[in-house]
């Protein structure tokens, strides 16, 4: 996969000479401002910026660093970035900045009020944040692009992820101070799409039709009651979903017949502690034995999945 540089810039980079900038990088992510949807908390270059970029056809998204610890603000800090990204067309992603110390409980939940409100608005989301929030804080986040920052000369991340910020002192012509420096995987724009959200559920022998789980937010099943079905939708579709069920009608292995997208899915058995490995399907032809989650003659009580990036 291929790799671009990017560059995040905000105010305190001072007057950046965008005509030296642009044949150094392959695009930039734009700080808007912070907090609450109030003029005097935008970036003081943000515009300025985001002019330039247009005028220079330079690459660009945009971020607002996050301080919302409930939903009022969520909301206000939602409105703050439609507020100053309306009207104009963004080649990255827009992304909330969670890194605010005492913001950690909190955030999850607006980074999907956030999110979603973005989504509806048409733009694609995504969020920042650094590889010790990403691990430990911001795990059931799976439906928006991540950006990760760990500087180092690796990353270590485990999940998938849009971006690496794997430097904050980096040097850049037309720019006097440090920045931030990224590597943005893929291509400018194809990377760009809205990951979709997979939705599913399951059905057991005491409790019926149990409710729909989306992406990897919770797990479908009751503990130590067997799956006797399960329904997965993906874009309004149904995916069918191949599965080996034992002679009192338990199921013991399953996979997803994909389509277009790679899905990730796991299960748990009955009795078990620990989830059994993930597993993926690429392609809607027949299921083989290498995709198949689920370990014969056991009956599972718990499966997840989420559509991989």
């Keep these: 996969m291929s790799r671009k540089l990017v560059i995040d810039v905000s105010e305190h980079q001072g007057i950046i000479n965008w005509n030296k900038v642009k044949n150094k990088v392959d695009g930039a992510i734009l700080r808007c401002g912070y907090g609450d949807d109030v003029a005097s908390q935008d970036d003081k270059q943000y515009a300025r910026n985001l002019a330039e970029c247009e005028k220079l056809g330079i690459p660009k ?25 309306k009207g104009h067309k963004f080649e990255l992603p827009i992304f909330l900045d969670c890194e605010e110390s005492g913001t950690q409980n909190f955030a999850p939940t607006a980074c999907r009020i956030v999110c979603e409100g973005l989504k509806a608005a048409g733009y694609t989301p995504g969020v920042y944040s650094s590889i010790y929030w990403w691990n430990n804080y911001l795990t059931s986040l ?33 720019i006097d101070t440090e920045v931030d420096m990224n590597y943005l995987y893929g291509n400018i724009g194809e990377n760009n799409e809205s990951v979709p959200d997979i939705l599913y559920q399951v059905f057991t022998e005491t409790s019926g039709w149990l409710p729909t789980v989306k992406n990897l937010e919770d797990y479908a099943g009751i ?54 490995s993930w597993m993926e399907r690429e392609t809607d032809t027949s299921g083989s034995d290498d995709t198949f989650a689920g370990e014969s003659g056991k009956a599972i009580d718990r499966v997840q999945m989420v559509v991989k990036e």
């Design 61 to 85: 998204g945009v971020y607002l660093y996050s301080y919302a610890k409930t939903e009022t603000q969520a909301k206000s800090e939602l409105a703050h970035i439609l507020r100053l990204i």
């Design 142 to 174: 799976n439906s928006y692009k991540r950006w990760i920052a760990q500087w180092d000369t690796e990353i270590t991340y485990k999940g998938n992820y849009l971006m690496w910020q794997y430097s904050e002192s980096g040097r850049v012509d037309g």
């Design 223 to 276: 503990d130590g009651q067997p799956i006797k079905g399960i329904r997965v939708f993906l874009n309004g579709d149904t995916l069918s979903v191949q599965t080996h069920q034992l002679y009192n009608g338990n199921i013991d292995k399953l996979t997803i017949l994909a389509g277009k997208h790679t899905i990730r899915y796991r299960v748990r058995t009955v009795g078990s502690s620990n989830y059994l």
